[in-house]
């Protein structure tokens, strides 16, 4: 079983950056499909990214494209969502997520594992 764990979140103002962090207790994250998901009051949970972590292939929705960035480090074990020039909309309870399969998707049903989410909140 693996259980993953957000930090990070806070509140930050429009333009500011942060930095959210996901570590998974239980095993490593060497053959897993890791993604970010978030989900704003009254909207459904959305895709923000993902990576492949043996080919270190990410993808992004077109509404963060260029402004946050996914990456991890084996070493640390630790999947990170680098979000700059936040924006009002950024506003969202994020969500790490982890897959048994390396590939990373966009589609929320492929995931298996879920953390409890941490709130970010852009002030204009």
């Known amino acids: 079983q693996v259980q993953l764990v957000e930090s990070g979140g806070g509140l930050v103002q429009a333009g500011g950056s942060r930095r959210l962090s996901c570590a998974p207790s239980g095993r490593t994250f060497s053959s897993y499909g890791m993604g970010w998901f978030r989900q704003a009051p009254g909207k459904e949970r959305e895709f923000v990214a993902a990576?492949?972590?043996?080919?270190?292939?990410?993808f992004y929705a077109d509404s963060v494209k260029g402004r946050f960035t996914i990456s991890g480090i084996n070493a640390k074990n630790t999947v990170y969502l680098q979000m700059n020039s936040l924006k009002p909309e950024d506003t969202a309870v994020y969500y790490c997520?982890?897959?048994?399969?390396?590939?990373?998707?966009?589609?929320?049903?492929?995931?298996?594992?879920w953390g409890q989410g941490t709130q970010v909140t852009v002030s204009s």
């Open positions: 990576i492949t972590w043996s080919g270190g292939l990410t």
């Open positions: 997520a982890a897959r048994r399969i390396a590939a990373a998707v966009r589609s929320l049903v492929s995931y298996d594992y």
